[in-house]
């Protein structure tokens, strides 16, 4: 009577000397088998090995090493793997941000029209905010700040509006890392001195950037706030301030705090004094 041949195990019964030009930690390659694992429901570690191309002892490292990162899960009982849960971390992070930009845009074109200067919008880092998305105002002289720019916290509009909203130890663990560089005469390179112009935005509802980064140039901004009322983002108007007046920004201030308040509701999150 012919036998069904058994499933290979999920893990080698020794290792296979390694081919020199296949290194274990080819981030290609890893990326490769992370994506048949994503498409299986449960696989084999030889299945996993044929469907990417590998030989089964680089196979099983690099499981190894997604597993440390949790991207990879090992069910021993079944010897099958898995995705990991970091994987659904990492996606929904990236629906997230594509929501937020999706979301935000029509609240920052109606800025455009009703301020006629640059609006942006930018996420929080670790130790600042990276520059997202912008709408560009048609006046010749103009604020710009190309998708991808990274900014500190202390020295701009969108991220002193983020940092008012967490709590001072907070604040000095953020600038820990990255200080609090002086970029003009204007910035505020002591944690006692922002911590009183973040307790002013707070009271406000939207920071400004007043010269703070670049000579000659304002921004005003507010904070954006997830489901569970953590400022994650920002909206903000920047212009040149000929342009930026204090009187402009009296205008200006509740502009933004209004159109980033929208965004906070369209993407389900929750205002902290709401």
Sequence with gaps: MSQTAPRR???PR??????????????????????ELAEGDGLTLTELAG????PVSTAYRMLLTLQR??????????????????????GSAFLRRRKLVDRAREPMQALVTACGETANLAVAEEDG????????TH?????FFRPGTRALFHASGVGKAILAHRAPEQVAASLKRTGLPR?????????????????????RGYALD?????LGMRCVGAAVFNEWGEAVAGLSVSGPSVRMTPEAIARVGPLVREAAERVTRAIAGRVPDE
């Design 14 to 35: 020794q290792d296979a000397p390694e081919a020199e030009d296949a290194p274990v930690q080819s981030l290609d390659r890893a990326m490769a088998l992370l994506a």
């Design 183 to 203: 970029f003009t005469e204007h910035t505020r390179t002591t944690l006692p001195a922002l911590l009183a112009d973040l307790k002013e935005v707070r009271a």
């Design 210 to 214: 007043d010269e703070e980064r670049n």
């Design 9 to 11: 195990r999920g893990r």
């Design 69 to 90: 990162r949790d991207l990879a899960e090992f069910e021993p009982s079944a010897q099958l793997w898995f995705v990991g849960v970091e994987t659904f971390r990492i």
């Design 129 to 136: 905010v990276i520059f997202i998305s912008q709408v560009e």
């Design 139 to 143: 006046e010749a002289i103009r604020a």
């Design 51 to 54: 469907r990417a191309g590998l």
